[in-house]
């Protein structure tokens, strides 16, 4: 199969999946080998992408904070790869911007040993500070601020 292929059935499948099934999953899905998660949670953010869902935006976040806790290389492996498409989907989708702000957040503080990543989101925050304002979602904006402050602090001088 093409890897650079979003993967439609296992985003959909997501998508459909009670939030109790997902989270009795975990366990499972965390003994898989990185190599693979990396590539489906890329493929399930690059779907996102094409077709954003609100169900599918919290399931993938749930994922990620369940695999942050238990295996934070592999949110590194998949921020290293995904941060900046899906900070470029806040200023594009409309139906679940706040959770995918949650997942920029999410990334961020799991790489907070990485200036690289920070610095890579910098050219598109004024736009997405922007964007949130005009939608008045005001939590996710004062997130996404804090996070800011908290690594200008972390890396003086950027």
Known sequence: SNSSCPAACLSMVLEAVSPTILEQSVPAI???PQDSLVLVLSRVIAWQEDRPAPNLANHVLSLVTALGRDRPNLVASVSQTC???LVQQV????TCRDKLVMLVVLMLYGEQHS?????SLLPFLPEVLDVLAR??????RV???EATQYFNILFPGL
């Open 30 to 32: 965390l003994n898989q």
């Open 83 to 85: 941060l900046v498409r």
């Open 91 to 94: 200023t594009q989708v409309t």
């Open 115 to 119: 200036q690289a990543a920070f610095q």
């Open 135 to 140: 939608d008045k979602q005001w939590a996710a």
């Open 143 to 145: 997130m996404l601020l």
